[in-house]
């Protein structure tokens, strides 16, 4: 006789780490498996058979419930945004965050909200890697005393698009190609280009696609928008628009589209483990929360159409207000119910924050819970724990797949004299749409304000640096040549002449196609006249730390435990981490050092900075070792900061690089220079 199971296994909600409720958790005392019914198995080995050879019978209800739950594990990958890495945090609204908006969460710096957050990227498959070079998603889920607010934004500001009717066009023409079921997670194929060359309104993306804005360097090194223009309103009723801005921390970084080319290959899960590693190891990452505040008549003043999401507003007319601070302080406990399930909705807003009619919002404001019934199998996807506000929830809805909460009584409807208790709707703190007074006679067209496709394009482009303009010219190069239809590519070369001609002429020079760019006809001719802001370059504005980076020593047996003490010592106090990087992961010969890393498992291009501290005999044997002498020629292709000691000279001449060339230290004279290029992230100054 089997004794039946006493569920000990399971938290209370209040020990519970996501959304109040109860999970289950392997440290029980009784800890017997059992079946979804709760009927303890004697026997997780082998299924019920017919004889001891003999077939398996149908009867077998343990092994028919184990197989049918598993073949159900899947439920459909989200159509964008499918790779996906989330964390929880909190959310702190800064002092005077309250003049724009009357959102519950926004009043009291004291008082933290927590949030969930998802980074995504939009291309590629739940399983594709994480540095392909594409737009990142940026979802942040305030669970508020009024209700959820999602704020669902990318890491760039602006979008393909203007109206939502052209979504699917976008994501079918950038995902794999139907027959052959390829590229996957890449832009550089016919059909994307073929379907952007005929988008006017797509090119000032298409600068930021194919700048170093998608190819970051990590989750935690991004910038956040909000994209579309929202409203704020106040206390007093007053309407603000906003832009939302979300800025880490410790800056905005990229990486190189070599170095990103070959983090896919040497660690497809690069950003989701160096999320996961850094709250593990207690450094949070960290973003300030600011808006472009501005009124109707500021609205009016400027050369763009506020609801066009293709525009943006450049900091240097309209500064950044900072009104709060997001930390993610805590792993998800479990990937497929909180980052899987997680359902974010533009649409989730609370008293206090409105939509604007961006007719890229306003389709938005549909295709999420759409989504989210076929994804999550029903309309109870806020039963979820993850998608469950923390205030409570009270209506006359009911049924439907998978309902998990039990209301009781005879009445579900309003209104009713049967229930005198039940919900009622209230006027005084229930939400109010802002009387937005825009309303006309029903059309398909786009306002003429809509039509500048080009000149946001061409400011875009005078706002980089020399490195980051090199970067965008061979993106285009890249991605182009990789286009096999000759048309698509003249007549994207006509767009980049009129975007600006010296990147147009640079590209078709580079593919050996100049004079063929397709002469494009113009709306309206781009503006030659916009002030270039310098607040959209990565390279301007990169902050000189060495926090949040990883730097590797290259360790050999008989390195000098004390050198790399040094390095060691020097980087923690920057606020940085050491890796230490060795032919052979078990302990070193002579001074006891332990590698975290070998060589090819950690191809130097998984850091920021390398340092070579070999022994002499250990210099030996790396320059016999071709992974070794790679290890340092990506590194010191790839522009990073690097110190070496006498005995690496070798790995240089064997290299063929030049060890006097900026950003490369000897160490002899101590660590301070080598920190100091660090700092840098990029050396520039050896761009070739
Ligand atoms: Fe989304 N988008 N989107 N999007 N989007 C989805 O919703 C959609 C757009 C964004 O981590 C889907 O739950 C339409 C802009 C993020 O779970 C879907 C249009 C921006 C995420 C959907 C847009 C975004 C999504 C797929 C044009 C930046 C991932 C799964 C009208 C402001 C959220 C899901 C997460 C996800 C539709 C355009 C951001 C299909 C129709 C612009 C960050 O509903």
Redo the contacts with the bound molecule.
């Keep these: 006789m089997v004794k039946p199971v006493k569920k000990q296994g399971q938290k209370t909600s209040a020990q519970s780490g996501s959304g109040g409720e109860t999970h289950q958790t392997t440290t029980s005392a009784d800890n017997t498996l059992t079946t979804n019914q709760g009927l303890a198995i004697s026997d997780n080995q082998n299924s019920l058979k017919g004889g001891l050879r003999g077939p398996t019978l149908l009867e077998d209800m343990v092994l028919r419930e184990k197989i049918t739950h598993f073949d159900h594990e899947r439920i459909p990958e ?4 499918a790779r ?1 890495s989330g964390a929880h945090g909190f959310f702190q609204p800064l002092k005077g965050a309250s003049r724009f908006s009357k959102a519950a969460f926004l009043q009291d710096p004291e008082e933290k909200t927590r949030v969930f957050v ?1 980074f ?1 990227t939009v291309a590629g498959g739940a399983g594709s890697v994480d540095t392909p070079r594409d737009v990142r ?3 942040v889920k305030f669970y508020t005393e009024e209700g959820n607010f999602d704020l ?3 890491n760039i500001p602006v ?1 393909f ?1 203007q109206d ?1 009717m052209k ?1 699917p066009d976008l994501i079918h023409s950038v995902k794999m190609e139907p027959d052959r079921g390829f590229p996957q997670a890449a832009s550089a194929h016919d059909t994307f280009w073929d379907f952007a060359s005929l988008m006017p309104e797509s090119m000032h993306m298409l600068m930021w696609a194919m700048s170093d804005r998608t190819i970051p360097y990590s989750l935690r090194h991004i910038e956040g ?4 223009t929202f409203r704020l309103i106040n206390e007093a009723g007053d309407s603000t628009f906003v832009k939302f801005h979300w800025r880490p921390s410790v800056g905005a970084m990229s990486t190189l589209w070599e170095e990103a080319v070959k983090i896919a290959g040497a660690d497809p899960d690069h950003h989701r483990r160096d999320l996961w590693e850094s709250i593990d190891s207690g450094a949070f990452p960290e973003w300030t929360l600011s808006v472009q505040a501005f009124d109707q008549e500021t609205a009016d003043k400027l050369d763009f159409d506020i609801l066009d ?1 293709t525009k943006l507003i450049p900091e240097e007319v309209i500064p950044l207000t900072p009104i709060g601070r997001m930390v993610l302080n805590r792993n998800p406990d479990n990937f497929f119910a909180e980052t899987e399930q ?4 533009p649409g989730n807003i609370v008293p206090g924050i409105d939509f604007t009619p961006d007719p ?2 306003q ?2 404001l549909f ?2 819970i ?3 019934l076929i ?1 999550l199998g029903g309309p109870n996807f806020h039963e979820i724990p993850i998608n469950k506000p923390v205030c409570p929830m009270r209506n006359f809805q009911r049924d439907g797949h998978m309902r998990m909460a039990v209301p009781t009584g005879r009445v579900s409807y309003e209104p009713n004299s049967l229930a005198p208790e039940s919900p009622r709707e209230n006027s005084k703190a229930g939400f109010t749409s802002f009387p937005d007074p825009n309303s006309g006679p029903k059309l398909r067209q786009r306002p003429e304000s809509f039509a500048d496709h080009y000149s946001q394009a061409r400011q875009f482009w005078r706002s980089m640096t020399a490195p980051e303009q090199d970067h965008i010219a061979d993106a285009f190069t890249f991605e182009l040549s990789k286009v096999e239809t000759p048309a698509i590519r003249f007549r994207m070369l006509g767009h980049l002449d009129l975007i600006e001609p010296v990147l147009g002429e640079r590209v078709a020079e580079a593919m050996g196609l100049a004079g063929k760019a397709e002469k494009i006809v113009l709306a309206v001719a781009p503006r030659d006249d916009l002030e270039p802001s310098p607040a959209l370059s990565l390279v301007a504005k990169a902050p000189a730390i060495v926090k949040g980076r990883t730097v590797a020593v290259l360790v050999t047996d008989g390195s000098d435990a004390k050198a790399v003490g040094a390095v060691q010592r020097a980087v923690k106090k920057e606020g940085g981490t050491v890796k230490l990087v060795a032919p052979r992961i078990g302990e070193l010969k002579g001074n006891g050092l332990v590698p975290d890393m070998t060589i090819e498992g950690a191809p130097s291009v998984l850091f920021d900075a390398v340092v070579l501290l070999p022994s002499e005999e250990g210099a030996k044997a790396l320059v016999a070792m071709p992974q070794a002498v790679n290890w340092l020629r990506d590194a010191f292709g790839h522009l990073k900061a690097i110190g070496f000691n006498a005995a690496a000279q070798s790995l240089f001449d064997k290299g063929g690089l030049d060890s006097d060339a900026p950003g490369v230290i000897d160490l002899k004279g101590g660590v301070e220079d080598f920190i100091d290029a660090a700092r840098k992230h990029k050396i520039w100054d050896r761009n070739p």
């Design positions: 989200r159509i964008v945004h996906g998802r995504s998603g940026f979802a669902v934004g990318n979008f698009i939502a979504f928008f909000g994209v579309h999401p997680v359902a974010f909705h890229l919002l389709g938005r295709s999420y759409d989504t989210q994804r």
